[in-house]
């Protein structure tokens, strides 16, 4: 089974940026979703994206940026102008269809902690 590694979390002040990476161990799928979970919270979709086409949380839209590069199997999510809401451990997935609800291809992974500071 695939296995996908996040990394490039940390803390950062608010209006900082970061870039998160999510490594496969296998060719990434065509569709490949980053997501998040705050403390108390649950698990949301970010960002998603397939071979053409890209979508949003409404929360991160304009911020953030998904990307991939197939030759390295390499799903990326660049962070912009960070809040303290986008306060969470992120993970990245592939979810078997584009509504990104599940079931996923792959096991969830330790994911990144993103610490946004006020």
């Known amino acids: 089974q695939v296995q996908l590694v996040e990394s490039g979390g940390g803390l950062v002040q608010a209006g900082g940026s970061l870039r998160l990476s999510c490594a496969a161990s296998?060719?990434?799928?065509?569709?490949m979703g980053w997501y998040r979970q705050a403390p108390g919270k649950q698990r949301e979709l970010v960002a998603g994206?397939?071979?053409?086409?890209?979508n949003y949380a409404d929360a991160v839209k304009g911020r953030f940026t998904i990307s991939r590069d197939n030759a390295k199997n390499t799903v990326y999510l660049q962070m912009n102008r960070l809040k303290p809401e986008d306060t969470a451990v992120y993970y990245c997935n592939a979810p078997i269809s584009t509504d990104y609800s599940g079931p996923y291809y792959a096991n969830w992974g330790q994911g990144t902690q993103v610490t946004v500071s006020s």
């Open positions: 296998r060719s990434i799928f065509s569709i």
């Open positions: 994206i397939t071979s053409g086409d890209t």
